[in-house]
């Protein structure tokens, strides 16, 4: 069931609900008000036909007549007169006798003065009449038929009106509904004309800063998150695919040469050599490329534990001299610091990595390939201090340094991939760690990587 419809039905449903309550009212109070009405001329009834039979004396026999010929037109008021003796007076028609008057009536009547109920949907009415001192009983039953019949008739009127109103109701629902819808339908046929190919279509914004305003406001603004991160993606793929095909093309061209023609021992070690040097650049392209992937991970899929940063930095600095013989890491500390002054919260492995590239950074960028680590607390962060005496980064190239891929043009100082800081920085964002980077051309850099405390 589309909206659009279940909003007329809601809409009808409540009206019909409420239209019902007030419909049951209006005729419960009219019958009501009927009820009420006919047991007052059925008092007035019993005391004239007293007043004409006791008091004007007329004939009994007249009076009969009178009701018995108005009977079935009139729906004539039947009254029977008795006297303090529970004696018949007068009865309109002894034969058709409908109230049966009994001692325990007249008992009631004498009590209450007057007592009225319903019998077989006759109204009936006892009551005590003083006349000339004398008390007498007087009952007197009719049927409402032209009270009932009004009531027939306005609940017909009714139940025709309710019909007719539903209907109305409906389709007036209906038609607003549809009006109300109409922008949200117009958004769903835009939306449908974006894909992959066509991301920089925008749905229309209504010009009231309404809902469907704020909807269509934030949808664009989701495409606009997705069409960067949809090019930034296509970009890094054609990066990737230009970083792999060069040491590629590089590994094909040297084995093609050495094949062509036949080489001395010499020389094919060379050429082993030259496609080892390349080879082994693709696996570390293939994993850093590995790890960022790794890193840009969504924070809840990553294990975080409360860690001590000393030592997880003696960790990567142990690692990186393993794999790099001329490299030194000198580590500014030596256990001067209180456990809980540098415990921070955060995943081991991602931790190291991004200490391990600021690192290697600060090695390969100097001469003295010597990286200085240094600690420092503030109240509510631990900051780790990577310094070197190296070449310094370009200002134009600060800005940039971050990008994946970017490399510095400090670059033919030494190989890389323009991962690694970009990796850093994603590491850094997963910690809610700060990294800020102060360096000038030939003056040395200095990385400090701030991340807050844990506290227990
Ligand atoms: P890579 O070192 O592989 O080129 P990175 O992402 O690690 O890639 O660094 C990006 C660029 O930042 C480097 O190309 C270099 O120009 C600059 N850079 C980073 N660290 C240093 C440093 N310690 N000293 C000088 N330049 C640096």
Known sequence: ?????????????????????????????????????????????????????????????????????????????????????????????????????????????????????????????????????????????????????????????????????????????????????????????????????????????????????????TFNEMLERLEKSFDSQKQFVSYISHELRTPLSVIIAE??????????????????????????????????????????????????KAMRVDEILLDASQELQALNQGYRVDLDFKGEFDEDDITVLGNSYLLAMAFKNLMENACKYSLDQTCRCSISTTKQAVQIAFKDNGVGIEATDMEEIFNPFYRGTNRNISEGTGIGLALVKRIANLHEAQIIVESKKGDGSLFTFILPKYYS
């Open 1 to 217: 069931m589309s909206l659009q419809q279940r909003i007329s039905l809601l809409f009808t449903a409540i009206s019909a609900g409420i239209l019902l309550v007030f419909m049951l009212i209006v005729y419960f109070s009219a019958n009501q008000n009927r009820k009420v009405e006919f047991y007052e001329i059925l008092q007035k009834e019993a005391i004239t036909k007293v007043n004409l039979l006791l008091e004007t004396r007329l004939d009994a026999r007249t009076l009969q007549t009178i009701y018995r010929e108005n009977r079935e037109i009139l729906y004539e008021v039947e009254v029977a007169i008795y006297n303090e003796d529970y004696e018949l007076l007068y009865h309109d028609a002894v034969d058709i006798d409908f109230v049966k008057e009994t001692p325990d009536m007249f008992g009631r009547i004498e009590s209450e003065q007057i007592i009225k109920f319903v019998q077989d949907k006759w109204q009936v009415i006892g009551q005590l009449v003083t006349l000339e001192g004398k008390q007498y009983f007087v009952t007197a039953a009719a049927f409402d038929a032209y009270g009932y019949r009004n009531l027939e008739n306005l609940r017909n009127t009714m139940l025709f009106s309710f019909a007719l109103g539903l209907a109305i109701i409906y389709l007036i629902g209906w038609y607003f509904s549809q009006k109300a819808l109409a922008p949200i339908r117009g958004m769903i046929s835009e939306a449908q004309k974006i894909s992959a190919s066509n991301l920089d279509l925008r749905l229309q914004v209504p010009k009231h800063r309404d809902e469907l305003g704020v909807l269509a406001e």
């Open 255 to 304: 084995l093609e040469l050495s094949q062509n023609k036949k080489r001395s021992k010499d020389e094919y070690r060379e050429t082993i050599e030259l496609v080892l040097a390349d080879a082994k650049k693709l696996a570390k392209l293939s994993s850093t490329l590995l790890d960022f992937a790794k890193a840009g991970y969504d924070k809840s899929e990553i294990n975080f």
